[in-house]
């Protein structure tokens, strides 16, 4: 089964949506600060059924499954234990979590964020935080996402952060470090386009401070307060981490990368001179020139058009 992209007449707002979408001022937060909490974007129903369809997608559930697995993926299964899951394409392998995140609303207000005429899914990730206070694959160090995605032309991609339910500072929420995406880097480092996963947590804590000291600025860390169906948006050169889960109830949620309607994939090589690939080179289309497209509907669907 393929999955289809909605055609262009889907992308309308009720009034009431449209009261929903980020005003100017939120707009100009967003530019300055390189985060925004939006206002109640899925119903209480629609974000029930996501924590239902992710119980049953962890019970085995699919509606699909990648024809191959990328090299990076990351893929939760039970034998890996009571560690943090993260199950990457969750959009493509669940029919039910793939329609609700398609939600015309959503994509409009990353629209209006990342002041883009179109957005389109860049990758989803399922992921599970257990109630293990002392487990450290709970803790996600700083980090930010567009040094993951050397690949991509576009420094307008965006990140929409959806809890199942409120997610407090004791649950671990993501925590933003203010006006981080204005910051240059210190250096070019090759490092940088690997996984915090392949890296030292006190290598990326120092770079972070480095990165601070260097533009004259203060690790200012925002831990976000997100209420159930709420999302937090923040920019893909936004500073963000998290901390452990010390509630005793998981902290369940998805991270919703977005790309605007004009990110294209170019080379991106080390020094080493390594070539740099993302997951998506080895599922979707080739364009005519032979690259990967990352327009491709199948993986990567549009969510929102202006026209």
């Given at each position: 089964?393929?999955?289809?992209i909605q055609d262009a007449q889907s ?138 995605w050397s690949t991509s032309t576009s ?153």
């Amino acid at each position: 089964m393929t999955m289809t992209i909605q055609d262009a007449q889907s992308f309308t707002l009720t009034d009431e949506e449209r009261a929903l979408l980020p005003t100017d001022e939120d707009v100009a937060f967003y530019a300055e600060h390189g985060w925004y909490l939006s206002k109640k974007l899925f119903t209480d129903e629609e974000v029930e059924q996501l924590e239902a369809a992710s119980e049953r997608f962890y019970a085995g559930h699919r509606d699909r499954t990648l024809p191959v697995r990328p090299p990076k993926l990351a893929y939760w299964e039970p034998e890996k234990g009571d560690v943090q899951r993260h199950n990457d394409y969750i959009h493509y392998e669940d029919d039910t979590i793939g329609r609700i995140l398609r939600k015309p609303l959503l994509g409009a207000v990353a629209a209006r964020l990342a002041q883009a005429e179109q957005i389109r899914v860049f990758q989803s990730t399922l992921i599970y935080k257990p109630p293990v206070a002392q487990e450290q694959s709970n803790i996600v160090p700083w980090h930010f996402d567009r040094h993951y995605w050397s690949t991509s032309t576009s420094e307008r991609m965006l990140t929409a952060f959806i809890p199942f339910h409120d997610c407090s500072e004791e649950m671990g929420t993501i925590t933003m470090v203010d006006g981080s995406h204005l910051w240059k880097e210190t250096a070019e480092n090759d490092a940088t386009s690997l996984h915090f996963a392949e890296r030292d947590r006190s290598e990326l804590d120092q770079m972070l401070e480095d990165n601070a000291a260097f533009n004259g600025g203060e690790v200012n860390k925002i831990p976000v307060f997100i209420p159930k169906g709420h999302v937090n948006f923040h920019h893909c050169r936004t500073y963000h981490g998290s901390g452990a889960n010390v509630s005793g109830r998981p902290r369940r949620a998805i991270s919703f990368h977005l790309q605007d309607g004009e990110n294209r994939y170019h080379d991106f090589f080390r020094s080493d001179g390594t070539q740099v690939n993302y997951n998506h080179d080895v599922l979707v289309r080739r364009t005519a020139e032979g690259t990967p497209d990352y327009s491709d509907p199948e993986y990567l669907p549009l969510l929102w058009s202006d026209h």
